[in-house]
């Protein structure tokens, strides 16, 4: 098992910056890609950012690049997700999730963290 805790989430205004933190704790955290993803209201959840294993691979949906990194630190357990020029459209609840395989689909994690909620105004 594998026990995710997000935070850093709140209010914002559009072209500000946030920091999202994502602490596991359970089984060893470098057996597992790391993803970010987002859900807002009414439309299904959606992938954000990926990150492999020991952190040398990197994908992001292409809304975000440019925008959000994505990082870890496997001595503290913890995952990252840096957010600059953040936009109206970035409101979402933000999920971090772990899985055996570096992946975009939220299919390919088996575990999830309760998330923490971005509101970005205009």
């Known amino acids: 098992q594998v026990q995710l805790v997000e935070s850093g989430g709140g209010l914002v205004q559009a072209g500000g910056s946030l920091r999202l933190s994502c602490a596991a704790s359970?089984?060893?955290?470098?057996?597992?890609?790391m993803g970010w993803f987002r859900q807002a209201p009414g439309k299904e959840r959606e992938f954000v950012a990926v990150i492999s294993r020991y952190g040398r691979s990197t994908d992001y949906a292409d809304s975000v690049k440019g925008r959000f990194t994505i990082s870890r630190n496997n001595a503290k357990n913890t995952v990252y997700l840096q957010m600059n020029s953040l936009l109206p459209e970035d409101t979402a609840v933000y999920y971090c999730?772990?899985?055996?395989?570096?992946?975009?689909?939220?299919?390919?994690?088996?575990?999830w963290g309760q998330g923490t909620q971005v509101t970005v105004s205009s």
């Open positions: 999730a772990a899985g055996p395989q570096f992946s975009s689909s939220y299919a390919a994690y088996g575990y």
């Open positions: 359970g089984r060893t955290f470098s057996n597992y890609a």
